[in-house]
């Protein structure tokens, strides 16, 4: 069991990857402030950390996140304010650098929303899944409105966030909301054995200036999308990057990509 609100969240980095695992097994890993606070103070740290280059999000026990914790939807029905909150539950979809979820049990409202918040996503076979919001008289929150019907498109969306019906980890991958299924047994396995080799292979600069452009271009018509990426591929650390990724390719070793740099040096 997790004693303590620096145990709610786990944090471990090796080859490049930081892992994030909520561990609240005693309550399926329900979303609470303590799990909240230390899940995005640990993404800062991620963030901050040269040696990371790509973050893994899971959990403990036979479930993902069920969602907010139910003490704390109880007091929210009985008119309790909403809590004070230090960043928005939204706060995910803007860390620069990759993130992958491996949703490893149930995943539903608020654990649903973060997975969705990361970049790609690794189901376990058979996993279920539902945004539950309208099941439990509540609108869909913390940017899962808009999202949705990104990831899915809009009469999709539709369907999961009118009807709050539940549904697979098989069916999330054919609509495009799940990247790849995986038995239990090497979710996590294979979602690190991806992610060990966008940190090895791929620049972090460029993931991060590619998650900077999908933000962006979701809103852009073609000819401001076209503009932005002739406006990135100015800034002079694209050369540098280009020579080394070419070098790496004709020399058949693996590249020397430097880290991420400072936020308030790259502006990104």
């Not at 709610?8 to 399926?28: H, K, Q, S, W």
């Not at 040696?51 to 893994?56: D, L, M, T």
């Not at 036979?62 to 230090?86: M, S, T, V």
Request: aromatic content about 8%; charged content about 25%; overall charge neutral.
């Amino acid at each position: 069991m997790s004693d303590s609100p620096d145990d709610v969240v786990l944090y471990e980095v090796a080859d490049g990857v930081a892992i994030l695992t909520f561990n609240r097994p005693e309550r399926n890993n329900a979303w609470n402030l303590d799990l909240e606070f230390r899940y995005f103070d640990l993404l800062d740290a991620a963030e901050a950390d040269p040696a990371v280059r790509v973050v893994v999000v899971t959990a403990t026990g036979r479930c993902f996140c069920p969602g907010a914790d139910f003490q704390r939807l109880d007091a929210k029905a009985n008119g309790a304010p909403p809590p004070e909150r230090r960043r928005p539950i939204s706060y995910p979809f803007h860390i620069r650098k990759p993130m992958i979820a491996a949703i490893n049990g149930p995943a539903a409202g608020l654990g649903l929303v973060q997975a969705a918040l990361c970049d790609v996503r690794f189901a376990a076979v058979g996993t279920r899944m539902t945004t539950a919001f309208t099941r439990r008289g509540l609108i869909a929150e913390h940017l899962i409105s808009w999202l949705l019907p990104r990831l899915v498109g809009h009469g999709v969306a539709s369907d999961l966030l009118l009807s709050g019906r539940m549904f697979t980890a098989e069916e999330a991958c054919a609509m495009g909301l799940v990247n790849r299924v995986v038995p239990a047994e090497d979710l996590l396995a294979e979602t690190l054995a991806y992610a060990k080799d966008m940190a090895a292979n791929c620049s972090p600069l460029a993931m991060a200036q590619v998650k900077q452009q999908l933000r962006a271009d979701w809103l852009r018509s073609p000819e401001a999308a076209l503009a932005s990426f002739e406006e990135l591929n100015l800034d002079p650390r694209r050369r540098a990057e280009l020579r080394e990724g070419v070098a790496s390719f004709r020399e058949r070793r693996p590249p020397r990509f430097p880290p991420l740099a400072d936020v308030h040096q790259i502006g990104i």
